[in-house]
Structures are given as C-alpha cells and as structure tokens.
C-alpha cells in the first residue's frame, strides 16, 4: 500500500491546482486517511489552504459539504449558521440489477466463488466477504439513471442546465446537484418529497376513479400523470384496444367495471412508467448535512478522479479514459482474489489468478489494490 500512497501524495503535490471547492470558505470538509482516521468540521479560508492541506496530509477520500455554513468548523449544527444546503442526489450503480457484487469470498477458508453463499461450502463459516468490481457496464448503468433524474428535473421542476450539476464520484456512481437559489433553503420534509416525487414513489392509478368512471389524465399533461397515460395509451394500442386508447388521449372518461376486469392493463402502465423513474439514494437527498467528493480528489477504491461533467461530456464520459489520476510508473502487485479483465487507458490487463505477481501502471494496479484484491510488492 505505502507505494500507492507515495502515489496519492505525488498526485496532490503535482496537479493540486486542479482541486477545487466552490464557496469554499463556506463548506465543512471531511478527510479520511489510508491510517483510517477521519478529519472532520474542518474549514478553509481559500483554495490554496485546501491544496496544500490535501498535499500535506494525502487524503484517501475527501469530500465538502453540500450545506453552505457561516461557520463550518463548528460541531453543533446550530452554531454553524446554516445559509442554505443543495439538493444532492445520489446514484450508485451498487446493488442495480447489471452491476452487483461478483465475487463472494470466504474470510476464514480463502474460498471465492461467483455466485452468491450464504456460508461457505467449503469450511461452513458465515464470515463471507462481498466483494464488488468496477467496469464500463456499471457506469453505463448509472449513466443511464443519472440521464432520467436530469430529464425529470428539467421537465418537471423547471430547471435549466445552470441550475443542475453532475459529477462522477470516482467509483461506480454520479453525484448530482441542484443549485438552483430557490432550492438551498428546503427542509428535510420538502428534500424528501422531490426524493419521493423522482421515483414515482406512492403513484396510485384509484386516484383517477370518479362515479363517472375512470378519468385519466390527458396524455400531454407534465410529470408522472402525462407519462402514466402515455403509458397506458400504448399499452392499450399493443393490446388492440384502439378505441379506448381515443377516449383516453381526448380525456372522456372509460367505465368503471371495463377497467376494473383489466387492472392488469393500468398496473402494467404504471410499471412502464416507472422505467421513467430515477433509482435515487432518497436518504441521501433528504439530508441537508450531506457531503459530496472535492472535484479533482482521488477516490480511495480506485484512483479515479471525482469529476464534475457538463451534459455533453455525461455521454462521452468514460472514467477509464478520462478519470485516471495516477501516473503510469510500474508498480508489482501480488494478486489475493482473482480479478476479471479489465481496460484502462485504453490498455488491457488481465484476467489474473491468485498469487500471480504481475507488474502494472500504477492507475492499473491502484483498481486491484484499493478493492483489495491484491497488494503491492517491493
Ligand atoms: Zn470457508
């Protein structure tokens, strides 16, 4: 480990001009060490305190506040002075279908396996370690998630691309925040509404049932209601119900009992309105002390840069490419648990078996250390 840290340290003397923190005398910032100790209710007066302070201290994550403070060393959150707290969202593609743990290892026998145990087969013990990995197909998958929060937050808060950020987080997920002056002031019950709001949490299609029949919303109307009856127009067009799907989109309400034998047609068009949904961390969003990473640090699973994204890099994006943070020189890396192929930097490497010793870039070898599947030789 004590070479990639040399490598953290090099990276924060070298290219300390590139972190940054906005407002930053108003942020509260958090470090935790490769020792594990963790530095909070710190503050900085300017950029180049917090440059020198990462260079000095090389932290293995760093993160800020997403809350503006008056006075952000303060431990009491009263004594802070609270000015405002963006709205963070938080999309992680752990534990998304596509991207899941894939490798499950026993800490008292050393038996992996792929597939998911409870105990191990091999010795019986339950002290299994879950042990994920990080490629292309997870970010995709939390690209494509971050790309339905964004389209709900323009379309139906209004919001314009001013008001929006978006940044990688440096490991499998992206950070976004609305910055938007008219949000800073929202309490915890309104964070935890657009929370609910963004994942069609509560949608209940009995709302639209009235003595006259069920009057669905009209298919042109904005947010949830719009998309759920162009979902449930559709459905009843692939189904052959032509004239009812009319009625629908021209808003003349459809009987009761004509609907109510075919629940299956508006339960389907709300599950294919919750594809439009956003997979959102609502705990995350409802909490006003929450942090998020200092642009341009490294993430301590990877090595990767936490980046900020404007939309038309969000496509192109590829941290494998454009997040690499530590140099190229070699570094000899002993393999613990076996890890799959993998790219980098337009290079590949692997797939590697345990105990193989294998010399790598050290942005390369970072990915297999940090996740400890592996260690760094002398
Ligand atoms: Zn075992």
Not at 134 to 153: F, M, P, S, T, Y
Not at 212 to 235: N, Q, T, V
Not at 277 to 297: G, K, Y
Request: aromatic letters at 10%; charged letters at 35%.
């Amino acid at each position: 480990m004590q070479r990639l840290i040399r490598e953290f340290q090099l990276y924060y003397r070298e290219r300390a001009r590139m972190i940054f923190a906005p407002e930053v005398e108003k942020r509260e910032f958090m470090f935790m060490g490769f020792d594990d100790v963790v530095r909070r209710y710190i503050s900085f007066k300017s950029l180049d305190s917090l440059r020198s302070y990462m260079a000095d201290i090389v932290p293995r994550h760093a993160y800020y506040s997403v809350g503006l403070y008056r006075r952000p060393e303060m431990r009491k959150m009263e004594q802070r002075g609270l000015e405002g707290a963006e709205i963070l969202f938080d999309i992680d593609a752990t534990g998304l279908k596509g991207c899941s743990y894939d490798l499950y290892f026993c800490e008292n026998c050393s038996h992996e396996q792929d597939s998911e145990m409870a105990v191990c087969p091999s010795c019986g013990s339950d002290k299994i370690k879950k042990m994920d990995w990080i490629d292309e197909r997870c970010i995709a998958i939390a690209r494509a998630e971050v790309k339905k929060l964004l389209k709900i937050l323009r379309e139906d808060f209004g919001l314009k691309d001013d008001d929006i950020l978006v940044s990688y987080t440096g490991n499998r997920g992206f950070h976004v925040r609305i910055l938007a002056k008219d949000f800073l002031k929202l309490g915890k019950e309104e964070r935890a509404e657009i929370a609910g709001y963004i994942g069609a949490k509560g949608f209940d299609y009995e709302v639209f049932s009235s003595s006259g029949g069920y009057r669905f919303p009209k298919p042109d109307e904005g947010g949830w209601r719009g998309r759920f009856s162009r979902a449930l127009i559709s459905i009843l067009r692939e189904n052959g119900m032509e004239e009812i799907a009319k009625d629908v989109e021209q808003g003349k309400p459809i009987e009761r009992s004509f609907m109510r034998k075919r629940r299956w047609i508006m339960e389907k068009a709300v599950s294919r309105m919750r594809e439009e949904a956003a997979n959102i961390d609502e705990a995350v969003t409802f909490d006003i002390q929450r942090l998020t990473r200092v642009p341009n640090s490294l993430h301590g699973k990877t090595g990767l840069r936490a980046m900020t994204l404007t939309y038309g890099e969000l496509d192109e994006f590829n941290p494998f490419l454009d997040a690499i943070g530590l140099s190229a020189s070699p570094m000899k890396v002993r393999i613990l648990r076996k890890v799959p192929k993998f790219s980098v930097n337009g290079l590949s490497f692997g797939p590697y078996k345990r105990d193989e010793v294998v010399e790598l870039p050290a942005y390369a070898a970072a990915l297999i250390v940090l996740r400890e599947r592996g260690k760094t030789e002398i």
